[in-house]
C-alpha cells in the first residue's frame, strides 16, 4: 500500500510570516494480519456505509463480514501501487478501491485469488438495506441459537437410542447450517492456502466435535461464536464511529441568498464557494464560512473542544458543526462541504486509525505466531495424550477441539485496535487531532517538552498593555486621540496595537509620513507630532536620564516601547508586548506534575523570553535562536529523553520533524490536512499538551490490561482444557467473555478521554 503523505504549506500566523515544510515521515498503511478476527487489527480501517462515497471501484463482497477478511484483502491488493485508498463496509459487505480504472480487472483478480468473490456495483449499498441485512442476521443468529438449545435438549431429555441420536444429529446440523455455512466456507478456503485464522480454527473444531458424537456442543459453540462475532462487530463499530458521526452535526441543508435577495433552503453539498448563507440562533452551521453580517456567540466544542462559547463578528471565520447561540448570523462560504474543518478531521483520524501502535504491530506478530503454536499443541493432544498417558483415542481428541476453541485470538488481537481508536477518537473531541496509533503511544514516553514562544506561550499579536502620561500641556483624552490619529494610518504591528488599544475617535491627520526603522509624523489640528520608537525620540534629543531609565524598565519585561513627541516635549509613553495565554501557566504546571521537563526555544530576544519564561514558570530558556538553532536544541535535547516540541506547525517544522513527536498550535482555522505536526491542538489551548500525555498513558495502560486478560483467561482454561474437565461450552464461553471484556474495557477511553 501506497505511504500516507501530508503537504506542508507555509501560511500566515498573526502578524508573523512563516515558511516551512516538514519532513517528518509517518507511518504507512498497513495491512492485517491472517490472524485477525472478529474486529481484529484492521477493524479500525472500515469506514461506514455514510463514509464509502460514490466513485472508484466499487465491490460487492458477500463473505467479507469482519476484519479477517478485510485484513486478507489488504495483504491482497498489497502490491498494487496504484491502489490509492480502500474503504470497506463490513456491515454492508462492501469495499470501494481508490485506483485508475486500468488496474480494476486486475484488483478484483487478486481479491478473486484471495479466495472472495466478488460483484461490481454501481454504487455503495444503502444504508437501509444494509440495516435491513443486519437486522436479518440477527435473526437468523437467534433462531440458530434456539435450535442449538433445542439440540441439547434432544441430547439430555430423550431416549439414548438410534432414532433419537438421528434427530439431535440433524437438529444440531441445522443450528450449523443457520450460523456457521459462511464459517465453514472461509475456514477451508483458508486451509486450503495454508492459513490458520479463527475460521480455519473453529471449523476444524466443530466438525471434529460433529464427528465424535459430541454435536450438541458442536451446534452451542458455532451458534453462540457467531452471535459473539457480531456483538463484537457491533462494540468496535462504536469506537470507529466515534469520529464519523460528526458528519452528523453537520445539517444536509442551509439557507442560501439568491440572485434576487431571497433566501432559499439548498442541500448544502451543492453550495459554491462564494455564496452567503445564513445561520439563525440555536442552529448548526452547515459549512465553513466567514461571517459578514451580525454578531454571536458559537459554541465551537464539536471542533475544537472549548467549552467557552467564542463571540464572531464580521470577519471571524466560523466552521460546520458548530452551533450559533444568540444572533442571527450571514456568512460567506469559504470551503465546499466536502472540505470543511470538520470533514478534514474525520479525513485525518479515519487515516491514523490505518496506523497501526507499536503495540497493535507486536499483538499482530504475536497472534501469527500464536495461532499455529496452538494448533500444533493441540494435535500434540489428540495424538500424544493417547499414546503417552494411555488415555482413550476420544478424550484425548475432545481435549484438543477444547483447546482450538479456547485458542481463538479474537480478545487478544481485538484488543488493541479497539483501544486505540477509542483514544484517537477521545482526543478528537476534545480538539487533539493525533495523526496515528503509534503518536498515541509516543506521547506516554515524553520527558522533554520544548516550546517555542510566539503563538504557542503567547497570544502571537501585540497588545497594548501600558500608557505613561508625560505631559500636563494637554489633557489626556486630548494626547490619546493624537496618538490613536497617527497609530490608525500606520500598518505596522505595533502601530495597529496602540490603535487597537486606544479608545476614542480618531482626527484627521495632514502630511502622514513614515520614516523607516523609526516611526510615523503627522499634523494633527495643525501641530506637527511624531510617534516614534526609543531611537528616534533619543536622536531628537528628547531623552532624559530619567526618561531613559524609565524606558529601560519597561524594555527589561520585553515590552515594545512607542513615544508621542512634538517638538517641545514628550507627551506620553505606550508599550506593546505580547501577552501569554491565559492557559499556558497552567499548562506548564500540568507538564511538570506528569514529571515533564519544560524549555523554552525562541528567536525573540533573551529579556523579552526571560519575562514570558518567568510568567508561565519555566526556568530553561534559550532566547535568539534561527529555524536551525531549535532543532539543534532539540536534537541535544534528545540525548536526555524523549523530546516532544510544541510550535506553530509551520516555522517550526526543522525542530518539530527532529523532535519524537511534534504539537502543532494550529488552530481551527488552520488546514489540518497540511499540518506539519504529529499531533495538532486544534484550539490552540496549550494544556492539550499534558492532557494529551495523559491519555496516552491511559491508553497504554488500557492495551496492556487488555492483553494481560486475553492471555491470562486463556491460560486459565488452558490448564483446564489439558488437566481437568474444561468443555466446550466452558472453551467457548471463556473466549465470548474475554472478547467482549476486553471490547468493553477499550471502550472506556471513549467516556474518559484525557481527564486525570
Not at 486621540?481 to 487597537?500: G, Q
Not at 517544522?653 to 489540518?672: C, Q
Not at 466446550?728 to 471463556?734: C, E, G, N
Given at each position: ?17 512563516h ?35 460514490t ?36 456491515a ?28 461490481t ?25 434456539a435450535?442449538?438449545?433445542g ?84 462494540s ?54 466567514r ?7 458559537v ?8 467549552s ?68 500444533a499443541?493441540?494435535?500434540a ?29 479474537c ?108 516611526g ?49 516635549e ?51 530558556v ?72 495523559r491519555l ?18 486463556k ?12 468443555t ?7 473466549d ?21
Open positions: 500500500m501506497p505511504q500516507l503523505h501530508h503537504d506542508h504549506a507555509s501560511h500566515d500566523h498573526g502578524d508573523y510570516d515558511h516551512a515544510g516538514h519532513d517528518h515521515d509517518h507511518a504507512p498503511v498497513s495491512a492485517c494480519g491472517p490472524a485477525a478476527c472478529g474486529g481484529g487489527a484492521c477493524a479500525t480501517a472500515s469506514a461506514p456505509v455514510a463514509a464509502l462515497a466513485g472508484g471501484l466499487v465491490l460487492r463482497i458477500p463473505a467479507m463480514d469482519c476484519p479477517t477478511e478485510e485484513g486478507q484483502i489488504r495483504q491482497a491488493l498489497e502490491r498494487f501501487p496504484e491502489v490509492m485508498r480502500l474503504q470497506f463496509d463490513l454492508g459487505r462492501a469495499l470501494r478501491v481508490d485506483a485508475p480504472p486500468s488496474s480494476w480487472e486486475s484488483v478484483t483478480a487478486a481479491i478473486n485469488a484471495a479466495g472472495f468473490k466478488t460483484e456495483l454501481s454504487a455503495p449499498p444503502a444504508a437501509a438495506d444494509t440495516a435491513r441485512s443486519q437486522r436479518t442476521e440477527l435473526i437468523r443468529l437467534i433462531a440458530a441459537l435450535v442449538a438449545v439440540a441439547e435438549l434432544v441430547h439430555f431429555l430423550a431416549p439414548d437410542t438410534l432414532p433419537w441420536r438421528g434427530l439431535g444429529m440433524v437438529v444440531a446440523a441445522v443450528a450449523i447450517a443457520l450460523s456457521g455455512l459462511s464459517v465453514f466456507r472461509k475456514g477451508l478456503s483458508s486451509l486450503f492456502r495454508g492459513q490458520l485464522n479463527i475460521n480455519a480454527l473453529m471449523s476444524v473444531a466443530v466438525a471434529g466435535a460433529f464427528a465424535i458424537g459430541q454435536w450438541p456442543e458442536a451446534a452451542m459453540v458455532m451458534a453462540l461464536y457467531s452471535l459473539a462475532e457480531l456483538i463484537e462487530a457491533r468496535v463499530e462504536r469506537a470507529r464511529n466515534a469520529i464519523t458521526g460528526l458528519l452528523q452535526l453537520s445539517p444536509p441543508q442551509v439557507e442560501v441568498r439568491q440572485v434576487d435577495g431571497s433566501w432559499a433552503t439548498v442541500e448544502a453539498k451543492a453550495v459554491a464557494v462564494g455564496a452567503v448563507a445564513r445561520v439563525k440562533p440555536g442552529e448548526r452551521f452547515a459549512l465553513d464560512g461571517v459578514t453580517e451580525g454578531q454571536s456567540a459554541d465551537q466544542s464539536p471542533v475544537t473542544g472549548e467557552i462559547p467564542v463571540d464572531k463578528t464580521p470577519g471571524d471565520d466560523v466552521f460546520a458543526g458548530t452551533i450559533n447561540q444568540s444572533g442571527s448570523l450571514e456568512f460567506e462560504v469559504t470551503k465546499p462541504a466536502s472540505d470543511t474543518v470538520l470533514a478534514r478531521i474525520i479525513h485525518a483520524v479515519e487515516a491514523a486509525q490505518a496506523q497501526r501502535a507499536p503495540t497493535q504491530r507486536f499483538v499482530d506478530r504475536f497472534a501469527a505466531i500464536y495461532t499455529p503454536a496452538v494448533f499443541l493441540a494435535l493432544v489428540a495424538l500424544g495424550t493417547p499414546l503417552v498417558l494411555g488415555w482413550p483415542w476420544l478424550t484425548g481428541i475432545y481435549k484438543a477441539l477444547v483447546l482450538l476453541v479456547i485458542a481463538c485470538p480478545a487478544l488481537v481485538i484488543s488493541t485496535p479497539v483501544t486505540v481508536v477509542s483514544g484517537l477518537a477521545a482526543a478528537a473531541r476534545r480538539g487533539i487531532l493525533i495523526k496515528g496509533g503509534v503518536y498515541l503511544e509516543q506521547a506516554r514516553k515524553l520527558s522533554i517538552v520544548a516550546l517555542d514562544k510566539t503563538g504557542t506561550l503567547t497570544e502571537g499579536k501585540p497588545k497594548l498593555v501600558a500608557q505613561l502620561m508625560r505631559t500636563q500641556a494637554l489633557p489626556e483624552d486630548q494626547v490619546v486621540r493624537i496618538a490613536r490619529s497617527l497609530a490608525a494610518r500606520s500598518d505596522h504591528p505595533v502601530s495597529k496595537a496602540i490603535a487597537a488599544g486606544l479608545a476614542g475617535e480618531a482626527s484627521t491627520v495632514q502630511n502622514f509620513g513614515a520614516e523607516l526603522g523609526r510615523v509624523h503627522g499634523s494633527v489640528d495643525g501641530q506637527d507630532y511624531v510617534l516614534g520608537n526609543h531611537r528616534w525620540i533619543h536622536e531628537r534629543g528628547q531623552c532624559s536620564a530619567e526618561f531613559e531609565a524609565l524606558m529601560h524598565e519597561h524594555e527589561a519585561q520585553g515590552r515594545t516601547l512607542t513615544v508621542l513627541a512634538n517638538a517641545q514628550v507627551l506620553a509613553l505606550f508599550a506593546v508586548a505580547d501577552t501569554t495565554k491565559e492557559s499556558s501557566r497552567q499548562a506548564i504546571s500540568e507538564l511538570k506534575a506528569l514529571g515533564v521537563r519544560t524549555v523554552m526555544l525562541t528567536g525573540d530576544n533573551p529579556s523579552t523570553a526571560q519575562n514570558i519564561a518567568k510568567q508561565v514558570g519555566i526556568d530553561d534559550r532566547a535568539d535562536l534561527l529555524p536551525q538553532d531549535k532543532q539543534k536544541a532539540v536534537e541535544a535535547l534528545a540525548t536526555e529523553g524523549e523530546v516532544g516540541m510544541v510550535g506553530d506547525g509551520v516555522n517550526d517544522s526543522p525542530s518539530l520533524a527532529a523532535a519524537a513527536l511534534g504539537f502543532s498550535m494550529g488552530g481551527a482555522g488552520t488546514d489540518t490536512a497540511k499540518e506539519a505536526a504529529d499531533v495538532l491542538i486544534m484550539n490552540d489551548d496549550l494544556r492539550r499538551v499534558p492532557e494529551t500525555i496516552s498513558k491511559k491508553t497504554y495502560a488500557v492495551l496492556w490490561q487488555n492483553i494481560s486478560l486475553a492471555l491470562g483467561i491460560a486459565v482454561f488452558f490448564v483446564l482444557a489439558v488437566f481437568g474437565s474444561a466446550m461450552w466452558m472453551a467457548v464461553f471463556a465470548m467473555g474475554a472478547s467482549l471484556l476486553v471490547v468493553f474495557n477499550g471502550l472506556r477511553l471513549l467516556r474518559a478521554g484525557g481527564d486525570r
